[in-house]
């Protein structure tokens, strides 16, 4: 019996270490937890101490002024494609115009659904462009080069009537012509070929509202990937989804702006499943055939 009492007291003993082991660990734990705060905070305290204490004349409360963020900007080796686009910092920061938005953000940053990126980060297992097969698909080949968006950048031209380029894309289109109301309606769609039916019924009916709701005179202009096929754009097939199209453009009494027979979507025979359409206030020019 003695020695079972023993037993038990020895065992007490343990589990009673143990708890008072895990007690101590976690206020060791707390009491790191808080030395590192405070040590962050101290770290924060003095960085902004020697920004306010700073005189130099490139900054203004310890930050850099617009001019030093300009020389800096012209002379950084990073971020050289978005230098390409936004070259001025005053003139991009000073806009009243042009919001970033997702898609907008990969364009400027080369960051997004591009095989140069993608094969950075090791998504892909090459740079290759999954639309034209180019070696390289970075911003300035899918927005300036591929063929696969030839034609919307042709349109694009008209509507704007000037060049598109890497020099002009920001500076002067998204800076420049959107302060001049009250412009043009533009709509940029595409309609995936694996919806069902019902949900391409609802985007054009969509689409078709849309349009209506534009004020009387304002000039409109539809491109997109639609995925349809109609002799009415100049394609030699026809289905039902190409006519419900076709049928709501000339219901808007809006223009197919495209001509010829090039197709747009190059695997096995072709097609063509790119559409640009303009009502009668739109500026235009006849586009042909690719190349």
């Excluded at 197709?263 to 009668?280: E, Y």
């Amino acid at each position: 019996m003695v020695a079972r009492i023993s037993r038990l007291r020895t065992q007490a003993a343990a589990v009673f270490d143990k708890e008072r082991a895990e007690v101590e660990l976690a206020r060791t734990n707390d009491a790191y937890r808080e030395a590192k705060r405070q040590l962050k905070n101290a770290i924060l305290r003095s960085k902004k101490a020697s920004w306010t204490n700073h005189s130099s004349p490139s900054t203004v409360s310890g930050f850099p002024t617009e001019a030093e963020w300009q020389r800096r900007w012209d002379v950084a080796v990073t971020g050289r494609w978005t230098m390409t686009l936004i070259p001025n910092i005053s003139r991009w920061t000073g806009r009243r115009f042009g919001e970033v938005n997702y898609h907008l953000s990969q364009f400027l940053s080369g960051h997004g659904c591009l095989g140069k990126y993608l094969y950075k980060i090791k998504k892909v297992e090459n740079t290759n462009c999954v639309d034209c097969g180019a070696v390289m698909d970075d911003p300035e080949h899918a927005f300036f080069s591929c063929d696969r968006w030839w034609r919307q950048r042709r349109e694009l031209e008209v509507l704007i009537n000037r060049d598109f380029s890497p020099p002009t894309a920001v500076a002067e289109i998204m800076i420049e012509i959107t302060r001049s109301p009250p412009g043009v309606q533009v709509y940029s769609c595409y309609a995936s070929p694996n919806r069902p039916h019902a949900q391409y019924e609802s985007f054009l009916r969509r689409l078709e509202a849309s349009v209506r709701s534009i004020p009387p005179g304002t000039p409109v202009l539809v491109t997109g990937d639609f995925n349809n096929r109609s002799a009415t754009w100049g394609d030699w097939i026809d289905n039902l989804r190409g006519d419900e199209l076709s049928a709501m453009f000339e219901t808007l009494e809006i223009a197919i702006a495209n001509t010829g027979s090039t197709p747009t979507f190059n695997r096995d025979a072709g097609s063509i499943v790119d559409i640009t359409v303009r009502d009668t206030n739109a500026p235009h020019r006849k586009l042909e055939g690719h190349g």
